[in-house]
C-alpha cells in the first residue's frame, strides 16, 4: 500500500483527494496541514473512527471523544520516566535470556529468524510490564500468549482493513453493527485474559506495579467514585479492554523496527561497528552496565534506531475523523464525517523533507543534524496529543535489546536474507520473516 501512495504523492504532490467508495478523503503529507488538524484543531480531530463500538472493543486506539480523553489521561502515567525506569530491570534480564537463547541455537545454525527473535523479545517484555506473567517465548514457540498476539496483531491490522471497507456501509446502515463484529476471537481471549489476571489479584491480595495494577486502580475508583470523571465516562469493561491494546500495539511494532534495524546494520557494517564501539564506551563508563541511565548516552544508537524507523516505518499511516466542519487552511474547509489520512512512509522517503531518501544514514538524527529536520514530517509514532502512548517505552526497550545483543555478536546477512515486504497491507510495513546470520563476538 505504501507504494501505492508514493506513486500518488508523485502525481498529486504533498497534498491530494482521494475516494473511498464515494467518500472522499483528504490525504497530506504537508506539515502545516498535519499541524492544522492534529494540533491546532485537534478538538474536531479526535477520533479514528466514525461509528460506534461496544466498550469491551473500545481500545485506546480506537476511542474518540470524550473516552478518549479519559482513557489517555488516565492511562498516560503509566509511562512516567518513573515507571518506564522500573520496568528496565525485567526488560534487561529478557535481553539476557534472549543472547542466552542465541548462544544455545546459533552453534546449530547461525541463520536466525530475527522477526520471530524479536517477537519473542517483544512479547515477553509486553507480558512481564504489562501482564507481570512469563510468557516462556523463547523456548515455548507454542506460548498461548504468542498465539494470541499473532492473531489478535493480524485481526488488530484487519479489524483496520475491514474498518475501511465497511465504513460506508456501517454509515448507512448503523444496525448492521448489532450483526458485525470487526474484532475477532483473540481480541475477545486477550480480554478474557486480563480479567482472569486481575480477577487473581484481586482474590490473592496480589499487589504490582505494572500496566494491570494501573488498569486495578481505575475500577475501583469507579466503584468509589461513580460520579467522578472517570465512573462517569467508562464502565469496567472499557477499562478492561485496554490490557489488550497494550498487548497488541506494543508486539508486532516493535519486532518488525528491531528486525529492520538489525537488516540495516548488517547492510553497513562500519555503521555496526561504528555503534557497537559506542555501546563498548558507554559500559566501561557506566561500570559495565547496560541500563535505564546508560542507554540514555548512546546517542549514535538512538540515531541509528531513528534512522531505521524512517527508512521502515512499522506503521505507514495514522488517520483522523473529522465531528465539526472546520476550515484547516484559507479556503480548505474539511467537512464533518470526512476523514484525513497522513501517510508516514511517504513522508519519509520525500527527497525533499530527507535527501537521499533511500540511503541509511543515521547522522541525520545527532543532537547537532536534528534541527534540520522539518517537524510533523518525521513520524513513526503518529503526531498531535493522539501520538503513540508507548513511544518513549518502545525506544527505551529497543535500546536495550539492540545494546545488549552487538556487544555479544556481529549481524551479517546471509544467502537467505531477504527483506520482502507484505502487499495490500493498509497500515503497516509487515513481512513474513528476516534471516540475518548471527556470529558471536
Ligand atoms: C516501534 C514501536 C511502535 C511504533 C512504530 C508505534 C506507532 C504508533 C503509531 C503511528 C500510532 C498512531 C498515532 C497517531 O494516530 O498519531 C500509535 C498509537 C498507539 N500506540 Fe504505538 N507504536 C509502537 C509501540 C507501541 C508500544 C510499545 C505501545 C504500548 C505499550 C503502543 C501503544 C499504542 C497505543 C495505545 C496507541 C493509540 C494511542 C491513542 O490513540 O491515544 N505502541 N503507535
Same mark, same amino acid.
Given at each position: 500500500?505504501?507504494?501505492?501512495?508514493?506513486?500518488?504523492?508523485?502525481?498529486?504532490?504533498?497534498?491530494?483527494?482521494?475516494?473511498e467508495?464515494?467518500?472522499?478523503?483528504l490525504?497530506?503529507i504537508?506539515?502545516?496541514?498535519?499541524?492544522?488538524?492534529?494540533?491546532?484543531?485537534?478538538?474536531?480531530?479526535?477520533?479514528?473512527?466514525?461509528? $460506534?463500538?461496544?466498550?469491551?472493543?473500545?481500545?485506546?486506539?480506537?476511542?474518540g471523544?470524550?473516552?478518549?480523553? !479519559?482513557?489517555?489521561?488516565?492511562?498516560?502515567?503509566?509511562?512516567?520516566?518513573?515507571k518506564? $525506569?522500573?520496568?528496565?530491570?525485567?526488560?534487561?534480564?529478557?535481553?539476557?535470556?534472549?543472547?542466552?537463547?542465541?548462544?544455545?541455537? #546459533?552453534?546449530?545454525?547461525?541463520?536466525?529468524d530475527? $522477526?520471530?527473535l524479536?517477537?519473542?523479545?517483544?512479547?515477553?517484555?509486553?507480558?512481564?510490564?504489562?501482564?507481570?506473567i512469563?510468557?516462556d517465548?523463547?523456548?515455548?514457540?507454542?506460548?498461548e500468549?504468542?498465539?494470541?498476539?499473532r492473531?489478535?496483531?493480524?485481526?488488530?491490522?484487519?479489524?483496520n482493513?475491514?474498518?475501511?471497507?465497511?465504513?460506508?456501509?456501517?454509515?448507512?446502515?448503523?444496525?448492521?453493527?448489532?450483526?458485525i463484529?470487526?474484532?475477532?476471537?483473540?481480541?475477545?481471549?486477550?480480554?478474557?485474559?486480563?480479567?482472569?489476571?486481575?480477577?487473581?489479584?484481586?482474590?490473592?491480595?496480589?499487589?504490582?506495579?505494572?500496566?494491570?495494577?494501573?488498569?486495578?486502580?481505575?475500577?475501583?475508583?469507579?466503584?468509589?467514585?461513580?460520579?467522578?470523571?472517570?465512573?462517569?465516562?467508562? #464502565?469496567d469493561?472499557?477499562?478492561?479492554?485496554?490490557?489488550?491494546?497494550?498487548?497488541?500495539?506494543?508486539f508486532?511494532?516493535?519486532?518488525?523496527?528491531?528486525?529492520?534495524?538489525?537488516?540495516?546494520?548488517?547492510?553497513?557494517?562500519?555503521?555496526?561497528?561504528?555503534?557497537?564501539?559506542?555501546?563498548?564506551?558507554?559500559?566501561?563508563?557506566?561500570?559495565?552496565?547496560?541500563?535505564?541511565?546508560?542507554?540514555?548516552?548512546?546517542?549514535?544508537?538512538?540515531?541509528?534506531?531513528?534512522?531505521?524507523?524512517?527508512?521502515?516505518?512499522?506503521?505507514?499511516?495514522?488517520?483522523?475523523?473529522?465531528?465539526?466542519?472546520?476550515?484547516?487552511?484559507?479556503?480548505? !474547509?474539511?467537512?464533518?464525517?470526512?476523514?484525513?489520512?497522513?501517510?508516514?512512509?511517504?513522508?519519509?522517503?520525500?527527497?525533499?523533507?530527507?535527501?537521499?531518501?533511500?540511503?541509511?544514514?543515521?547522522d541525520?538524527?545527532? %543532537?547537532?543534524?536534528?534541527? #534540520?529536520?522539518? %517537524?510533523? #514530517?518525521?513520524?513513526?509514532? =503518529?503526531?498531535?496529543?493522539?501520538?503513540?502512548? =508507548?513511544?518513549?517505552?518502545?525506544?527505551?526497550?529497543?535500546?536495550?535489546?539492540?545494546?545488549?545483543?552487538?556487544?555479544?555478536y556481529?549481524?551479517?546477512?546471509?544467502?537467505?536474507? $531477504?527483506?520482502?515486504f507484505d502487499?495490500?497491507?493498509?497500515?503497516?510495513?509487515?513481512?513474513?520473516?528476516?534471516?540475518?546470520?548471527?556470529?558471536?563476538?
Open positions: 500500500m505504501h507504494e501505492v501512495q508514493m506513486d500518488k504523492m508523485k502525481k498529486f504532490g504533498k497534498t491530494y483527494v482521494g475516494y467508495y464515494v467518500q472522499p478523503i490525504i497530506t504537508d506539515p502545516d496541514l498535519i499541524k492544522s488538524v492534529t494540533i491546532t484543531h485537534f478538538e474536531n480531530f479526535t477520533d479514528i473512527l466514525n461509528f $460506534k463500538i461496544e466498550p469491551k472493543v473500545t481500545t485506546l486506539d480506537t476511542a471523544g470524550t473516552v478518549w480523553h !479519559v482513557l489517555r489521561k488516565n492511562m498516560s502515567p503509566t509511562f512516567s520516566s518513573g518506564l $525506569k522500573g520496568m528496565m530491570e525485567p526488560i534487561s534480564e529478557i535481553a539476557n535470556e534472549m543472547i542466552e537463547y542465541l548462544n544455545q541455537e #546459533t552453534p546449530k545454525n547461525p541463520d536466525i530475527v $522477526k520471530q524479536f517477537q519473542s523479545f517483544a512479547l515477553e517484555t509486553i507480558s512481564q510490564s504489562a501482564f507481570g512469563k510468557s517465548a523463547f523456548q515455548n514457540k507454542e506460548s500468549l504468542l498465539k494470541h498476539g492473531e489478535g496483531f493480524s485481526s488488530f491490522v484487519m479489524h482493513f475491514a474498518e475501511s471497507l465497511l465504513n460506508l456501509a456501517l454509515n448507512q446502515f448503523p444496525g448492521l453493527l448489532s450483526y463484529s470487526l474484532f475477532p476471537a483473540a481480541y475477545y481471549k486477550l480480554y478474557d485474559i486480563t480479567a482472569n489476571i486481575m480477577k487473581q489479584r484481586l482474590d490473592q491480595g496480589i499487589k504490582k506495579k505494572d500496566f494491570l495494577a494501573r488498569l486495578q486502580e481505575l475500577i475501583e475508583e469507579i466503584k468509589e467514585n461513580p460520579n467522578g470523571e472517570v465512573g462517569k465516562n467508562l #464502565t469493561e472499557h477499562i478492561t479492554a485496554q490490557g489488550a491494546i497494550f498487548f497488541l500495539a506494543g508486532e511494532t516493535t519486532a518488525n523496527a528491531l528486525a529492520t534495524l538489525c537488516y540495516n546494520l548488517a547492510q553497513h557494517p562500519e555503521i555496526q561497528d561504528k555503534v557497537r564501539e559506542e555501546i563498548n564506551n558507554v559500559v566501561d563508563e557506566f561500570d559495565g552496565r547496560i541500563d535505564y541511565e546508560s542507554v540514555q548516552s548512546m546517542k549514535y544508537l538512538e540515531a541509528c534506531i531513528q534512522e531505521n524507523l524512517r527508512m521502515y516505518p512499522p506503521a505507514t499511516l495514522h488517520i483522523r475523523q473529522c465531528t465539526k466542519d472546520t476550515e484547516i487552511a484559507p479556503g480548505l !474547509v474539511i467537512k464533518k464525517g470526512m476523514r484525513v489520512d497522513f501517510p508516514i512512509y511517504t513522508s519519509h522517503h520525500n527527497p525533499e523533507f530527507f535527501p537521499e531518501p533511500e540511503t541509511f544514514n543515521p541525520r538524527f545527532l %543532537p547537532e543534524n536534528e534541527k #534540520t529536520i522539518k %517537524p510533523l #514530517t518525521f513520524r513513526p509514532f =503518529g503526531g498531535g496529543p493522539r501520538f503513540c502512548i =508507548g513511544q518513549r517505552f518502545a525506544l527505551i526497550e529497543m535500546k536495550l535489546a539492540v545494546a545488549k545483543l552487538l556487544t555479544s556481529q549481524i551479517n546477512t546471509s544467502p537467505k536474507t $531477504k527483506l520482502e502487499k495490500g497491507s493498509p497500515f503497516l510495513l509487515s513481512y513474513p520473516e528476516l534471516v540475518l546470520r548471527m556470529n558471536i563476538i
